[in-house]
């Protein structure tokens, strides 16, 4: 059976998929002894059950000429070399603007309305690009950033002009490439280790600093995880587990 392909609405540049799974867990805080007392929510999305209510989207780029950036996300198994065949969400992106943006993000409700929470993101996916490889404006490994936050409203990308183009801008703060943002923090890059371009699965977390953020009103958060890229060229992506502990503070 082919992938499930979703397709790409040039206007929000993302459409909802399957409903969500979550999880709900006692845990304690990230490095601490476990505390019976402490309020957590863990969200653990392996995608046996399908996109469990992440989308994809894209932004930093122009809003026409879409088609020369190979955009795509996709339901998808790992890739035969990382000797595994668990499902995975594919996305992929031909970084023309030299600073592409290609996010997944999911909601998530029943949390204590504008209570704060610390959120640590854990994330296993499937990258063929070694750190020190050399690329197009900057390496397929080392210049292609990890990032993750909890936001309490939904990340968009919105048409924005800037001189005589018009381009596709988060409405987050999500930083720039390695910088952190308010609303989003790098994990690291998406760089595997040898010169070999194989794919392999890489571990990336904020278990050192968890981002703190308040639910909103209703009791609601997004969570969003990405890559920020600074290379020129395609990049090929498998999501395979994407889990977040909110620890209530």
């Known amino acids: 059976m082919k ?3 979703q397709k ?7 459409r909802p998929l399957a409903a969500c799974l979550i999880l709900l867990a006692v845990v304690s805080c990230v490095g601490e002894d ?10 653990a999305d392996n995608f ?3 996109m469990q209510g992440w989308e994809g989207g894209f932004a930093d780029l122009p809003v026409d000429g879409l ?3 190979e955009l795509d ?4 198994k790992l890739p035969e070399e990382t000797g595994k065949t668990d499902p995975a969400i594919r996305i992929q992106g031909h970084n023309r603007s030299d600073d592409l943006f290609m996010f997944l993000k999911k909601e998530i409700s029943g949390l204590d309305p504008g209570a704060s929470y610390r959120a640590v993101f854990e994330l296993r996916l499937a990258s063929s690009y070694p750190e020190n490889s050399i690329g197009i404006g900057g390496s397929p490994g080392g210049s292609v950033f990890l990032k993750a936050g909890a936001v309490n409203q939904e990340p968009m990308p919105e048409p924005v002009e800037e001189a005589s183009t018009t381009y596709y801008r988060m409405n987050i703060n999500k930083g720039n490439q390695s910088q952190d943002g308010e609303d989003m923090y790098g994990l690291g890059t998406i760089g595997i280790a040898g010169d ?8 990336r977390d904020n278990r050192n600093r968890p981002q703190e953020v308040l639910a909103d009103s209703e009791g609601k958060l997004w969570l969003i995880v990405g890559t920020d ?5 395609k990049t090929v992506l498998y999501y395979q587990e994407i889990k977040v502990t909110l620890t209530k503070q």
């Open 3 to 5: 992938p499930r392909k």
């Open 8 to 14: 790409i609405n040039r206007k929000s540049m993302v």
């Open 34 to 43: 476990p505390d019976p007392g402490v309020e957590a929510r863990v969200i």
């Open 48 to 50: 046996e059950a399908g």
């Open 67 to 69: 088609d020369s950036y």
């Open 73 to 76: 996300v996709a339901l998808d």
């Open 196 to 203: 070999a371009f194989v794919y392999e699965i890489i571990q």
């Open 229 to 233: 890229s600074g290379f020129e060229g």
